[in-house]
């Protein structure tokens, strides 16, 4: 499966963005999906993860309550809305994707996504 992550941009502390990312070439529905971001000079990092029917989602303790992940199987697109943005936001912004036959699987290990896009820039000003 291809990835193509977009939505990323320069937005205040307080602001919203909403990433998108759409997905080719295999059942969509398949597939569990997931958001990781990486800062300057860090490791990427999990932000949330969303199962394969969307019944199910995950989210790192630093954006419980102002992020939120959809996704819309028609589109074949999977969504990141921001709310409440902070500095410590900025990263750059990736889309992974594994195969799975469980409907519930969450995850939230790098190592565990076979299917990366190539990243969205999020910058928040202060």
């Known amino acids: 499966v291809q990835l193509q992550a977009y939505g990323g941009g320069l937005v205040q502390a307080g602001g919203s963005l909403r990433l998108s990312c759409a997905a080719s070439?295999?059942?969509?529905?398949?597939?569990?999906m997931g958001w990781f971001r990486q800062a300057p000079g860090r490791e990427r990092s999990f932000v949330a993860a969303?199962?394969?029917?969307?019944?199910?989602?995950y989210y790192a303790d630093s954006v419980k309550g102002r992020f939120a992940i959809s996704r819309d199987n028609a589109k074949n697109t999977v969504y990141l809305q921001m709310n409440s943005l902070k500095p410590e936001d900025t990263a750059v912004y990736f889309c992974?994707?594994?195969?799975?036959?469980?409907?519930?699987?969450?995850?939230?290990?790098?190592?565990?996504?076979?299917?990366w896009g190539q990243g969205t820039q999020v910058t928040v000003s202060s």
């Open positions: 070439g295999r059942t969509f529905g398949d597939y569990t």
């Open positions: 969303i199962s394969r029917t969307g019944s199910t989602t």
């Open positions: 992974a994707a594994d195969y799975t036959r469980y409907e519930d699987a969450v995850l939230m290990h790098t190592r565990s996504y076979d299917y």
